[in-house]
């Protein structure tokens, strides 16, 4: 159960409810909503009928196609959609904000400057959602100012239409194994986005994960012989046969984010002025060789961001726990700049998930800092390994934990993001002696600190110089002190103490 705000004891408090049987998790809310839907306002997908009136909403890096097909479902959506542009019109439109935006939410969002039906995908923790139009297909990132409620009078006829985008592919076209390449998905993009009057014959329908897959062949004349479909074409033309020969498996879905925000010429400032985008060097270049790099590659090496400001031995510091390993090694957050990593990696988010603002780094460098995205978010990263498989190593400079994520969700780190002191700081706990601690132990420890806020003494700083190619290391002998109970504070070495006391005299 997920609360949407805090509530007083007597309070019932409002929730998301999921199902973690399985290996995705079901939210329970989202499946409610759709068993309100009326299943008649959807097209009945027959095989072998030739449909027309058939609009492409969005291609995506996959092969997958999003249509609206005739049906009553996108007449009455439409209708409604009119009247909701009409009201809109003649209110104040922030009034509709949405107060408490929880995954699984029905909402509104603008769309090619159009108000569309979307659903809250993912949540981030600082006001960043996910959105997909569900009757297009087509995914956004935005902030919480970019959605509206629907108006209570509106809500029920907007739950009972189904989703109108329907998920296809093009039957007996041949797709790579290994990815679509950019050039392969622009072309298949340009040539079923340019078309028009399209008409379309079933070939079968399959499930996937739940989903309805239609498998179709999609006609753009009066023909409806199938060597004469799009498909065909595609399958048969020269440009298809060489992309096909010549995929690098290097595309992203450029279709998604497609929608109007206040913050686009944030994002437009971000760019730098349409130059090429650079990693973050990790090493220092001497003057003679960073002028002779800008000349070559046309730009300036950009700097590391200065270190962060440690409290002196004996002083105190606020600070959260993102990752534990046992007392030997932690990583600690300074609790002071944990909004202003909130607020960049919502930035993040917001810049490397509109399309454009992609340029896949084609040459990941060892030691270098760059932006990758895995769980949902976008994070500065070290790159500490390269592997043949296509999937590189990283070390999350703000969160000290490592990854393996693909080359092609390696971003380079524009100046902007490079501003703030790098926030993940390795620890190790003072007044305890031990060096080898036991799984039960260590398990404990995490228990009692990992994504904790906590007080920490600080024993002594390490100053560590980095090897060639290798950021520079400090790390932190410190006390820990969990002060959240009002009776008395908690000394983590302490317990841990107490603990290695009972272990050796087990042994």
């Known amino acids: 159960m997920e609360t949407l705000k805090p509530c007083q004891q007597n309070e019932i ?41 058939v609009f492409v909403s969005s291609v995506c890096a996959d092969g997958s196609i999003f249509c609206q097909l005739p049906s009553r479902g996108i007449a009455r959506l439409r209708k409604l959609l009119e009247n909701m542009e009409a009201f809109f019109t003649s209110q104040i439109t922030s009034e509709f904000l949405v107060s408490r935006p929880f995954s699984g939410m029905l909402c509104l969002a603008r769309y090619k400057e159009k108000w569309a039906r979307a659903e809250i995908t993912y949540m981030h923790d600082n006001r960043v959602m996910e959105i997909l139009f569900i009757d297009l297909g087509v995914p956004a990132t935005v902030t919480f100012t970019d959605v ?86 595609l399958a048969q033309s020269e440009l298809w046969q060489k992309v096909l020969s010549q995929n690098h498996n290097t595309i992203t879905c450029t279709d998604s984010n497609i929608v109007d925000t206040d913050l686009s010429a944030l994002v437009e400032r971000w760019t730098l002025s349409n130059q090429v985008l650079s990693p973050l060097k990790t090493s220092s270049v001497p003057r003679g060789e960073g002028e002779d790099l800008a000349i070559k590659t046309g730009m300036q090496p950009l700097p590391l961001p200065p270190p962060l400001d440690l409290p002196q031995s004996g002083q105190n510091m606020d600070v959260f726990v993102p990752v534990a390993c046992h007392p030997g090694y932690f990583v600690v957050q300074p609790w002071q700049d944990l909004h202003k990593l909130v607020v960049l990696m919502g930035e993040m988010v917001l810049f490397y998930n509109q399309s454009g603002n992609t340029s896949t780094a084609t040459h990941i460098q060892k030691g270098h800092v760059y932006a990758a995205k895995f769980d949902k978010n976008w994070y500065r990263v070290q790159v500490k390994g390269i592997l043949a498989n296509g999937l590189v190593s990283v070390y999350a400079l703000d969160y000290g934990k490592h ?89 983590i070495h302490s317990m841990m103490a107490d603990i290695g006391d009972e272990q050796s005299c087990a042994a």
């Open 13 to 53: 408090p409002t929730a998301v409810l999921y199902d973690t049987s399985q290996d995705d998790d079901v939210n329970i809310n989202s499946m409610c909503l759709k068993a309100l839907q009326d299943n008649t306002m959807n097209n009945p997908l027959p095989e072998n009928v030739v449909l027309r009136d």
């Open 148 to 233: 509206r409620e629907i108006p209570r009078h509106f809500l029920k006829d907007f739950i009972i239409i189904p989703p109108q985008a329907i998920k296809c592919r093009l039957a007996d076209l041949t797709v790579p194994e290994e990815g679509w390449s950019q050039e392969a998905f622009l072309f298949l993009k340009k040539t079923v986005l340019g078309a028009e009057e399209l008409k379309m014959k079933i070939s079968k329908l399959e499930e996937c994960k739940g989903d309805k897959v239609v498998f179709m062949y999609l006609f753009d004349g009066a023909s409806q012989e199938l060597h004469e479909s799009i498909n065909h074409q």
């Open 403 to 491: 990854e393996l994520v693909p080359r092609t969700l390696i971003q380079p780190l524009i100046e902007e993001f490079g501003q703030l002191p790098f926030q993940a700081i390795a620890a190790q706990l003072a007044g305890v002696t031990q060096c080898q601690w036991s799984e039960e132990a260590s398990v404990l420890f995490r228990n009692h600190v990992e994504r904790r806020a906590l007080v920490a003494q600080v024993e002594s700083v390490q100053e560590v110089s980095g090897v060639k190619g290798e950021l520079s290391e400090r790390r932190l002998t410190v006390y820990l002190v969990d002060t959240s109970s009002e009776e008395k504070d908690v000394w």
